[in-house]
């Protein structure tokens, strides 16, 4: 068999007919998801995926941001491979081992702050979220939070209940947990208060003490407030520098913790370890998953150490901290470190942003572009006068990406997320960008 070196190399036009036969399996008797392509994965290595009817796709996000190293990477199979024929699982919630102290014992060292951590393990995203909530509440005797609009915290009922990305995400969930007040976002691209960035005196943060938490909500009932340094579902929204500062500076003020979702934009991906250090802000606690594991299930909830329950059981799970997920995650760590990943994603994410700057200056319809290092998004627009979002336009580029062999995902109201994993070789970071620039090209029909 010969080597295929050309990434992406379609040899059926996707969806081919096994693929077909799984995403109809799929779709009868699997609840309803959110799947955007029909990709039906056979396997994966580095950028690089492979469908189960044998074509090769360029991975531009890498598993919803989780596989920031690349997919199998060696360190990472070995380490799963060596534990899981030692032990799968032993509830390291009632048990020892040594993989979970050393895990949190090193988490609790890297997460952003000088201040000494303590560290809750359990397996997703928005676990992670749920125990921040319980925390926040156990450790302040507070009952409410305070969230953003735009922001992307999870689906379960807490988490969901600071989610404000997309109004199907909340339809008919009412009444979620209560005490939780959104307020708009720093989005300087589509300011909900119709002022310009620096004239308008950074009113978003400002808003926070003089309005909302004079006339809205009593600050010292406030437990925490939940932020994503750079809003991911939402719309890859990065804030001005001064922003995050001035939210705690007003929340250190009235007591109020302050709670960092690093789960999409941490692990490297911003060009710093955590998102959270390019404001220079230190949160009182840091939340993490996706990419902890590169695929298998973890999240650590890492705060500091005089918020910690004070009695045991208030907060506990089975799978949190599981010595596999675990050991996926130390192996992770350890690449990060060694292959200088967080550099490489500084590095590489300069060249993705001239290129989308690029992309902007050559086509109308491109209304803007944002992120922070690896972590990259292109808006499209019927106008940019208007700035109304062209949705139909960004799915059509998705779909002629996915049929060249591109994979993608959107953000946002018209936006695309792009999100390869950091170790990406460079030729195919460039021809990757490339693709993107022929399907725009293609699809407002070679007009400015």
Request: charged content about 25%.
């Amino acid at each position: 068999m010969s080597i295929v070196t050309k990434v992406p190399n379609i040899i059926v036009e996707p969806p081919g007919p096994i693929a077909r036969k799984i995403v109809e399996m799929d779709k009868h008797y699997l609840a309803t998801v959110t799947k955007s392509e029909p990709l039906a994965v056979e396997r994966a290595q580095g950028e690089k995926v492979w469908d189960v009817d044998g074509n090769l796709f360029l991975d531009f996000a890498s598993g919803v941001s989780v596989m920031n190293i690349g997919h199998c990477h060696p360190a990472v199979v070995k380490a799963v491979q060596e534990q899981a024929a030692k032990v799968m699982h032993f509830a390291g919630t009632d048990y020892y081992y040594d993989v979970q102290s050393q895990l949190v014992k090193r988490l609790a060292q890297i997460a952003p702050g000088p201040s000494e951590k303590k560290v809750f393990l359990s397996n997703s995203g928005a676990e992670s979220i749920e125990a921040a909530m319980k925390i926040a509440r156990w450790s302040t005797g507070r009952k409410q939070y305070i969230a953003f609009i735009g922001a992307f915290h999870g689906r379960t009922m807490g988490a969901l209940s600071l989610t404000c990305s997309k109004r199907v995400q909340r339809a008919r969930y009412f009444p979620t947990v209560p005490g939780v007040t959104h307020i708009p976002y720093a989005n300087c691209y589509r300011c909900p208060y119709h002022q310009e960035y620096p004239s308008c005196g950074l009113w978003c943060a400002k808003i926070l003490d003089e309005v909302y938490l004079d006339a809205l909500v009593p600050p010292d009932e406030v437990a925490a407030l939940f932020m994503e340094p750079v809003q991911g579902e939402g719309g890859y929204i990065v804030p001005p520098k001064e922003f995050l500062p001035e939210i705690a500076k007003i929340c250190r003020k009235y007591g109020i913790l302050t709670v960092d979702d690093e789960v999409q934009a941490g692990m490297g991906r911003s060009g710093k370890m955590w998102a959270i250090e390019h404001f220079g802000v230190e949160p009182d606690v840091t939340c993490m998953a996706k990419s902890l594991g590169s695929g298998m299930p973890i999240a650590a909830t890492v705060f500091n150490k005089d918020l910690d329950w004070k009695s045991p059981g208030a907060h506990s799970n089975t799978y949190g901290g599981n010595c596999v997920a675990c050991a996926a995650s130390m192996a992770t760590l350890d690449v990060i470190e060694k292959e200088k990943v967080v550099q490489q994603a500084a590095r590489k994410g300069e060249m993705m942003r001239k290129r989308l700057e690029e992309i902007k200056q050559r086509f109308e319809k491109v209304g803007d572009v944002r992120g922070l290092g690896m972590m990259r998004a292109l808006v499209f627009v019927e106008d940019r006068n208007s700035k109304t979002p062209a949705f139909k336009l960004r799915n059509e580029v998705g779909e002629l990406a996915f049929k060249k062999g591109l994979i993608l995902l959107g953000c946002g109201k018209s936006g695309i997320r792009l999100i390869p994993p950091l170790t990406i070789a460079e030729e195919n970071l460039d021809g990757g960008m490339d693709i993107l620039e022929e399907c725009i090209a293609k699809a407002v029909g070679g007009k400015k």
